[in-house]
């Protein structure tokens, strides 16, 4: 080994001694938190129910409730009554001493303590009206009136409700395999959505005396067991949604005879209930793949509401293999169908509204069904049930199996603004879109918002885009997309940037969510957006996602089920992206903090300068080498711009001669610019670098860097770049595409940007 | 009539949640202090659909924001509302604001407010009161930026001022 290689090794070894020493000043050990660590700490250990992969396990299993129900409407006095036989199926390993069943109306009984879990405080003023609510009215009588629980031999059986959760004793305990059926018998008074609230209830109409009712979370439910939560049995606060069983449900909803009804599953007696008209127009809408084919007129519901018949009439609903039932019914309801082709099956997308929702809803609801049925299920699986109803109801949004109620009602003229147009569009997308998540991918909503919310929200945002594009007349003229409240990144930047006391991790039950809308939709549609779109392509991304709506169909999946398979389907780690966006409420902050420029040189500039005079090495004792010159610096000269590379550094020269061949020579690179880039995170967030390099010359080159850039120092990276052009800027994230909240340090050389103020008031005052 | 059941409603549905309302009510307004031209910006975001309730509810029933259906001369009623609602005080000295305008998309309006001529800060003092007399529950978030200071604030219904000195 000569002297000089040798030189060379420690002068290599030297630069790394330095840097540990700083290192070791701080002199304290840590944990890993390394951002790439993978979540072994936060994911339970897979097990034969669900796999390492995210698949069901070898021993999945799940439970079944099958469902005979009695249901008689009393429109009069707005009260309802049923008569409900349960078959619950064990197919758990473990033995069962008692059911858990849900009562979701007591969430609305007098002795609810969902209110006294609100804090409140003493307004200064108040409407009359408000304040008698408030401080001097009687609750109103709500909540389920439970008459009777018996076996199926009429024997009563022992039950106890603790407020929303009802525990049934069993004779004696359910084995595995196991079945067992049991009634309930139970009324309640309904409540007026619109005044009261409620995910459910009626609407009344003053002007001709009516109500639309649109009635779900209205029966004794089984609640799920499984094997991540054993009984979920969580209350029903009113804001968490719901966790229910799959199975089998006959029901039979006895309301007046001039309702029109429409609700989970196959009508099985429709000759019994239509009338010979709407019977041929059913028969022609069957047919009808591109205009709604209207069943019931808005001229026959008009007239329909002036009847209030004494007689009544029996609608009979047979669904399999559903998680729920709700239904729709009144003499003010226009219907309308069209049949839309999915995979190679008919499926009917069906509308019911009254008047007050056109003309509206006759143009735009039944279309809007359709095209959400077919976005979704080529982002999924082939929708399996046989239609998909949208209801129209005041202020509502809400999903059930096969059914939703949707706002957006125009003006009494019949008049709307945009927002009402696209408020309503939008709602129907979403709550058709939920029959995919939860309804069929049945995860547990009690438990975790997000995972239907806003997996379904960033579905929404496809379907979205597809509908304004199929239908280029939905939108506005000003509009050249459907204009999305939710996906797109940057919209999201004002929540992550927000205040941090206000702000908690995706991964948290909704019920103790501050800003319950960005935690639960739109951050999560988000972080799933910009996973496809910008981290691992939509043909990753597409196939994996689908991957996991095919696993889960008709499953209950949890979050880890779903991270474990994008990542099973797909080979691309993100253990990082799980933990930062969705177990923590860190943000996107990357920007370019500094740039140098370089040439290079045969002569030794200052950095070796100062290492010969500090070990006494002589210029002759040096072989020959690569110098690198910032530009502006006491080794720069001017005429190093003017040089190629090769005339700049005869060592280099010499060295291409020697050792390749002319023919070699020829597709040999030579960069005449050399920079070194530094890039700088102060938002907590691992994600790629996307850098435009913008030259001189017009051109422009893009370039991402992995996240993975950041393993090792989660502060400041840099990049030394060569190139044959000189570089004029470079931006960071230049279509906005990662939810960078802060986007000042997002260019070199800094723009001075103008605020979104100041760039406002240039636009009004010009 | 109508007024009553907008306030009622929304009284009562706030515990509630809807799959694709927005349940919360919130406004942010944000204010900078830019030394250089002496003017201290403010941007108020606030729920469309909670500010024409506002709106309606005082000064006129046919009150809507955006697009074609906008009302004409809406500036105005907004700007009223603002001066009404919003003050600020620096220096101990109540401060006049320009209403530069307001731009509003399919959720939220943003409003564009300016006091010109400030010198320098020693006390900064803001009372935000907007949507308090329609949403009991409604909560004001002002953050500021004031002599490289950040900070951020929830105003409440009792609790509507907030006071920040800079000494």
New interface residues.
Partial sequence: MNKFSYFCLSFLLMSFAIHAQEQSAAKKGHTNTNKFKQLYDEFSTPNMFRSASGAPGPAYYQQQADYEMDIVLDDKNAKISGFETITYTNNSPDELKYLWVQLDQNQRAKDSKSPLIETSGVAPVMFPNAFTKEYMQEPLERGFNILEVKDESGNPLQHMINRTMMRVELPKPMKTGDKFTFSIKWWYNINDHVMEGGRSGYEYFPKDGNRAYVIAQFFPRMAVYSDVEGWQNSQFWGRDEFALPFGDYEVNITVPADHILDGTGELTNRKEVYTKTMMERYEAAKKSFDKPVLIVTQDEAEAAEKGFSEATKTWKLKAENVRDFGFATSRKFILDMMAVKIGDKDVMAVSMYPKEGNPLWEEWSTRAVASTLESYSRMTFDYPYHKAISVHAKQQGMEYPMICWNYGRPNEDGTYSDRVKYGMMGVIIHEVGHNFFPMIVNSDERQWTWMDEGLNTFVQYVAEQDFGEKYPAALSPEDKHFPSDRGPAKMIVPYMGGDQDFIAPIMTKGLNTYQFGNNAYGKPATALNILRETVMGRELFDYAFKEYANRWKFKHPTPEDFFRTMEDASAFDLDWYWRGWFYTTDWVDIGVKDVKKYYVSDEPNAYMKKIMEERGIKKKQLKPLVYLVEEGSEDFKASMKKKSLLENSKPLQDYIMDNFSPEERKSIKEPKYFYNVTFEKPGGLVMPIIVKYNYTDGTSKEVTYPAQIWRLNDNEVSKAIASDKEIASIEIDPNEETADIDTSNNSWPRKTEQNDFDQFKEKIQG | MK???I???V???S??????????Y?S?TQI?YVANKKSV???S?LF??DFENALRARYREDL??????ETENIDEYVERYIKDKLTIKINGTKANFTY??K?S???IV?C?L?IEGVERIDSFEVTNKLL??LI?EQQN?V?TKINSNQK?V?L???KDTAVLKFN
Avoid at chain 2, 15 to 24: D, G, I, Q, T
Avoid at chain 2, 64 to 69: A, D, I
């Fill in positions: 007024l009553v059941k306030l009622l409603l009284c009562t549905l515990f509630f949640s809807f799959s694709a309302v927005h349940e919360y919130i942010l900078e910006q403010i941007i975001r469309v659909d809507t924001f955006g697009g074609q259906e530069i305008g731009e998309d399919i959720d943003k564009y300016e308090f007399d009991e978030i953050k951020s929830i409440i219904p009792q």
